[in-house]
């Protein structure tokens, strides 16, 4: 959906650098995926195809967030009550 981001931080030997991948337009996504060593964040479309693929060595992943796109409240949605931190 519009909206859903993701952010990676890679290790740039000495240095970090963030990269930030989002769906441009209504009704594409993003997908992560990850394997042999490798994280690939893919933009697709509806139909399945890929618009842009970043590719990242996972030894150099430091940090990888998932950022949902905001979807609206349904009138059964229940209220959430947030976490009280104890002292």
Known sequence: MKGDRVEVVIDAGGDTRTYEIEATRAGRRVDVTH????????????G????????????????????????PLLDDDEPVTPLRRTA
């Open 35 to 46: 394997g042999r060593g490798v994280v690939e964040v893919t933009e697709t479309t509806r």
């Open 48 to 71: 399945g195809t890929a618009v842009r693929t970043a590719r990242f060595m996972s030894g150099r992943v430091l940090a990888l967030v998932e950022h949902p796109a905001a979807r």
